[in-house]
């Protein structure tokens, strides 16, 4: 897959300069949702069946700040899957140095608010997310 890349927002960036460590919740939002994109399960087509994918987990380890206007590439893999959840492991470098390692666990909830076995509706992403995997 290819890396989502994130160009720094001078409003990300706190009184220091350096971007807020609250966006890079944002940043991470934004690169798995890039990469349900590249793997054909748009939140959209998600959405429109009634599927919801709320973070039950979030952890971030920051390693090197960032600035405006750095470009911040994103690699997005899975760490973890069980029936109902999957954990998404997320590298961020800028210019080839590491700016954090991250991961957000997710659910998937149906129209009911129920958890949907994600691996029952769709088949086709589980085994892409599978190759995935670390």
């Known amino acids: ?3 989502y890349i994130h160009e720094v927002k001078y409003y990300e960036c706190d009184r220091m300069g350096i971007v807020h460590h609250s966006y890079y919740a944002r940043f991470m939002e934004e690169a798995r949702i890039d990469l349900l994109n590249q793997l054909g399960y748009p939140f959209e ?3 429109a069946e009634g599927i919801v ?3 039950v987990s979030l952890s971030i380890d920051f390693k090197h700040p960032t600035t405006f206007p750095d470009k911040i590439s994103i690699e997005v ?3 973890e899957m069980s029936e109902l959840k999957v954990t998404f492991s997320y590298t961020m470098k ?3 140095a590491l700016v954090c390692r991250a991961t957000s ?3 998937f909830l149906g129209p009911d608010h129920r958890p949907v076995v994600y691996a029952d509706k769709w088949p086709d992403l589980t ?3 599978a190759e995935l995997t670390i």
């Open 45 to 47: 087509k998600m959405e």
């Open 127 to 129: 085994a892409k997310l």
């Open 105 to 107: 666990t997710h659910c």
């Open 77 to 79: 893999r899975v760490k």
């Open 1 to 3: 897959m290819t890396p």
């Open 94 to 96: 800028c210019a080839g």
């Open 53 to 55: 994918s709320p973070v």
